[in-house]
């Protein structure tokens, strides 16, 4: 298990802020807070699940916790650059002291947006504008959460079968990956060794479901999260654009969401684009419900422009 030195705790009494740069820290710290509501904190669990089976958290990566008034966990943000900062705040102070703090206290890497849920994505966004006041903050990316009701798989389904992915497949599944976050606009914020580190953890606890044709051909991919208090979130569904329309994405998210279920997890959950009505139509007709939207920022000033992610 990933674990880092104590010393890497950092607190920052005048931002308000407690951080660390290890995950094990972090989880001790929040987990109650997280745990009480794991479709609200399905992100930040399953990135925290996955640093924990690393032999070493990401480099850069900073986690904070904002207290409530008894030293508890009242929201947090986690940060694993080049990504963008992901948070779940109580209300503009938190966000105005997350700003301030990453600005002054964390000043290597610019803040280019933020990700989280849609309230506090905005406020952060607030917050940024009013630190940069030339700059301009602008909602790119409008996301919903959906939880698994009652799964009911494509009727008929398409030609093929699931299977796992296994070592064999793996040239396939980090080129697979690599155009999924170009599709999602993630490309600019992922490197091909992100994506190997993506692959090579998923296939460690067979986290990647293929579809493939009845010679064997791999048609489409899903992925799953390692279990983390009680849930699993499907991330990501990929279908090279050529085989796109012929319902293999909503076989094999059918078949994913089939064995989460089947291994005993109580919360099967899944974000779409709101943009792409074509995806959320399939989930919903999959059996999967409306939980709560998020939402990513990008924010620009003269010097830096990026591409946020989701």
């Not at 992100?43 to 904070?64: H, K, M, R, T």
């Not at 959906?146 to 040239?171: H, I, N, Q, S, W």
């Not at 690599?178 to 190997?196: C, I, N, S, V």
């Not at 990008?298 to 989701?310: D, H, L, Q, S, Y």
Request: aromatic share 10%; proline share 10%.
């Amino acid at each position: 298990m990933a674990s880092a030195s104590s010393e890497s705790s950092f607190p920052h009494p005048w931002s308000g802020w407690w951080l660390t740069r290890d995950p094990a820290e972090f989880a001790e710290r929040a987990g109650d807070f997280l745990r009480a509501d794991p479709a609200l904190h399905t992100v930040v669990l399953s990135v925290i699940a996955a640093q924990l089976a690393q032999d070493a958290p990401s480099p850069g990566a900073s986690f904070g916790v904002w207290p409530d008034a008894e030293g508890g966990c009242a929201g947090y943000f986690f940060w694993t650059p080049p990504q963008l900062p992901y948070a779940v705040l109580p209300g503009p102070e938190a966000a105005h002291a997350l700003v301030t703090l990453l600005g002054d206290a964390l000043p290597d890497q610019p803040m280019t947006g933020v990700n989280g849920t849609e309230e506090t994505a905005a406020v952060v966004a607030e917050a940024w504008r009013a630190r940069h006041p030339e700059g301009r903050a602008e909602r790119i990316m409008a996301q919903r959460l959906f939880r698994l009701v009652d799964l009911t798989p494509p009727d008929p389904p398409p030609p093929g079968r699931a299977r796992p992915a296994g070592k064999e497949d793996r040239e396939l599944v980090v080129r697979w990956f690599l155009e999924f976050a170009d599709d999602a606009h993630l490309g600019a914020r992922t490197t091909r060794e992100q994506a190997e580190e993506w692959v090579d953890n998923r296939l460690s606890y067979q986290g990647v479901l293929l579809w493939e044709a009845e010679d064997g051909t791999p048609l489409s991919m899903a992925g799953v999260t390692r279990p983390a208090a009680g849930s699993v979130r499907v991330a990501p569904v990929y279908t090279p654009r050529e085989l796109r329309g012929r319902g293999y994405a909503g076989a094999v998210t059918a078949e994913i969401s089939r064995a989460a279920r089947d291994a005993g997890t109580p919360e099967i959950l899944l974000f779409t684009d709101l943009a792409n009505p074509t995806s959320n139509a399939l989930y919903q007709r999959l059996g999967y419900r409306p939980v709560r939207d998020f939402a990513v920022w990008e924010f620009r000033t003269g010097e830096v422009t990026a591409t946020a992610t989701p």
